[in-house]
C-alpha cells in the first residue's frame, strides 16, 4: 500500500533532485564542457547564436583567460547570449587583491570572497556584462569574424609590469594551444583597448604588446575606445573573443618564459647567452653608496663584462638586448624588473630592497621565468631614514600603504661586507 508519507517523502526528494539539477547551477555553461551549435548564425536578420564557453585556464585563485564563442559588446559591456528567453541578469566583480603574495579577492571590508557565481569572465577581467537572452535584437549588429580580444584596466597610469599582467595572458592562451590545430585564436583579427589611447602607453609597453599578440600596432589592428575620432557603434559581435585576467606572476613557470623568448628571439632577431653582469641604476630610490657597489662588482669581473644601464635611457629593443646577454642582473626594487623575464634561462637576479619592505613580486617573476633569485634587503640607517616607521616589520608595513611607499621609496645604502657574503653564493651558480 503507498502511504501519502511515501508520496510526500517522493516528491520532496524529486523537489530536491530539481534544485540541484537546475535550480543551484549557474547560468553559464560548464568551462570545461563544450558546447556545440544547435543552428547557424544568420546575420541578415539581426539574431545571433548563444555564447559558448570554449576554455578557461586558471593557476592558483586567478583564472588568466577565458575564450568565448559569439560574444557582443555594447558600451564595452559584455554581452552573454543563452537561450533563456527574457533574461537580462547583469554580472560585475569588483573584489580586490588581499595580499600582493595571494591571489584571494575581498570585498572592500577584506573578508575573503568568491566570485560571483553566475559571473562567466576571469578573475580580474575589469570588463562588465549581462546574460541576455539569444533573441537580444538590434538594427545594426556588427559581426566579425575571427579571433578578438580586449583589455580592460582596474586603474590608470600603468608602469611595465602592471602592463604586463594584463598583456601575457594573450601570449599564455598562445602558447597553450600553440599545438592545438583547434586552435582558434592562431592570430588576433583585433584587440579593444578600453579607456585607453594610443599615446597613453609607452614604447616598452606597445612592443610588449605586439610580440605578445604577434599583432602590430599600426593599421586598424587595435581599438582604443579614448581616441577622439573613433567611430561608436551600438552592437559589435565576434566569432571569437579571448577576454584575458591578470596574470600577476606574468608566467606560470619556465615553460611559459622560454617559449616567450623563443618569440622575442625570432621578432628582435637576437641570441640568448649568459656573458654579462648588468648592474641597473636608477634616478629614484638611490643606493647612496653606488660607486662603493659599482668598486666592489668591478673587482669580481672583468670590467669590459660589466654593463651599468639607466633602463629609461635604452629604448625597448635595447633594453632586451642588454638583458638577453647577461648572466647576473642587479636592480633596486621596481617595475625595471619585470625585464628580468629577459635575461637567458639560469641567470640570476639580485634584487635589492629597503628595510621593512616585503614585495615578493619580482622574487616570483624571475623563479617562474626560470632564474635564480637572491634578495638583499638593506638596513636602517639613521642618515638616511627618518624613524617614523623604523619598528614595522615587513608583515605589518605592507598593510599600511603610507609605509609601503615610505621604504619603496626610501634611498638606501649597501652594506658591502653583508653583500659580499651572499655574493659568494652569487657566486657559485654564475
Ligand atoms: C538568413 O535569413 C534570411 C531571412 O532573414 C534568409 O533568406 C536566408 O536564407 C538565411 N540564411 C541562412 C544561411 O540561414
Ligand atoms: C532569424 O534567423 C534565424 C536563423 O535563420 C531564424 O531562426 C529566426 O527565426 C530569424 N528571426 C527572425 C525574427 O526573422
Ligand atoms: C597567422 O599568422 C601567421 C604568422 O604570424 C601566418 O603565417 C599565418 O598565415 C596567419 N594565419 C592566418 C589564418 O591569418
Ligand atoms: C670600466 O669600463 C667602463 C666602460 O665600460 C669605463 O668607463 C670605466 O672607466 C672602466 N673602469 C675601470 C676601473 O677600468
Ligand atoms: C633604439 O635605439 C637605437 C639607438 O638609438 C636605434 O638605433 C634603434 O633604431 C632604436 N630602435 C627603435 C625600435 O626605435
Known amino acids: 500500500m503507498i502511504k501519502t508519507y511515501h508520496l510526500a517523502i517522493l516528491i520532496a526528494f524529486f ?4 534544485y540541484f539539477l537546475y535550480i543551484n547551477k549557474p547560468i553559464y555553461s560548464n568551462p570545461v564542457h563544450l558546447l556545440k551549435f544547435s543552428r547557424k548564425y544568420n546575420s541578415s536578420n539581426g539574431s545571433i547564436h548563444r555564447t559558448n564557453i570554449l576554455e578557461c585556464r586558471e593557476f592558483s585563485d586567478l583564472t588568466s583567460y577565458c575564450l568565448y564563442e559569439n560574444v557582443c559588446l555594447e558600451n564595452n559591456e559584455f554581452l552573454f547570449l543563452t537561450n533563456q528567453p527574457d533574461i537580462n541578469q547583469a554580472f560585475e566583480f ?3 587583491l588581499k595580499d600582493w603574495d595571494h591571489y584571494e579577492p ?3 571590508g577584506g573578508s575573503v570572497i568568491d566570485r560571483q557565481v553566475n559571473n562567466p569572465l576571469p578573475y580580474r577581467s575589469f570588463i562588465n556584462g549581462r546574460y541576455v537572452s539569444s533573441s537580444y535584437k538590434k538594427d545594426t549588429i556588427n559581426f566579425q569574424n575571427g579571433c578578438h580580444s ?7 597610469g600603468h608602469n611595465i609590469f602592471h602592463w604586463s599582467m ?7 592562451y598562445q602558447h597553450y594551444n600553440k599545438f592545438n590545430n583547434d586552435n582558434k585564436c592562431k592570430n588576433f583579427t583585433s584587440i579593444r583597448l578600453v579607456d585607453r589611447k594610443l599615446s597613453d602607453i609607452n614604447e616598452w609597453q606597445k612592443r610588449f604588446l605586439e610580440i605578445s599578440t604577434g599583432l602590430k600596432v599600426e593599421g586598424n589592428n587595435y581599438d582604443f575606445t579614448n581616441e577622439p575620432n573613433r567611430k561608436q557603434e551600438t552592437i559589435q559581435c565576434f566569432k571569437y573573443f579571448l577576454v584575458p585576467g591578470t596574470a600577476i606572476y606574468l608566467f606560470t613557470g619556465p615553460r611559459e618564459a622560454i617559449d616567450f623568448r623563443k618569440r622575442v628571439s625570432q621578432e628582435l632577431n637576437l641570441n640568448f647567452v649568459r656573458e654579462r653582469i648588468v648592474l641597473v641604476k636608477r634616478k629614484s630610490r638611490l643606493i647612496k653608496n653606488q660607486n662603493e657597489l659599482e668598486d666592489f ?4 669581473f672583468d670590467n669590459s663584462s660589466i654593463d651599468i644601464i639607466f633602463l629609461e635611457e635604452l629604448n625597448f629593443t635595447q633594453q632586451v638586448e642588454k638583458m638577453s646577454k647577461a648572466k647576473l642582473l642587479i ?3 621596481g617595475a625595471g624588473l619585470t625585464n628580468a623575464i629577459f635575461l637567458p634561462s639560469t641567470s640570476a637576479v639580485i634584487e635589492i630592497t629597503a628595510p621593512h619592505f616585503y614585495y615578493p613580486l619580482y622574487e616570483r617573476i624571475s623563479v617562474q621565468s626560470g632564474h635564480f633569485y637572491f634578495k638583499f634587503v638593506t638596513q636602517y640607517d639613521p642618515t638616511l631614514h627618518s624613524d617614523k616607521y623604523s619598528n614595522r616589520n615587513s608583515r605589518t608595513c605592507m598593510l599600511d600603504g603610507n609605509c609601503v611607499v615610505h621604504w619603496k621609496d626610501a634611498s638606501i645604502k649597501v652594506d658591502i661586507n653583508k653583500f659580499s657574503i651572499m655574493f659568494e653564493q652569487v657566486m657559485e651558480i654564475l
Open 150 to 156: 580586449i583589455l580592460s584596466f582596474d586603474f590608470f
Open 106 to 108: 575581498v570585498d572592500l
Open 297 to 300: 662588482i668591478r673587482s669580481k
Open 331 to 333: 636592480a633596486v626594487h
Open 15 to 18: 523537489l530536491v533532485l530539481l
Open 94 to 96: 569588483n573584489g580586490r
Open 166 to 172: 594584463k598583456v601575457s595572458p594573450l601570449f599564455l
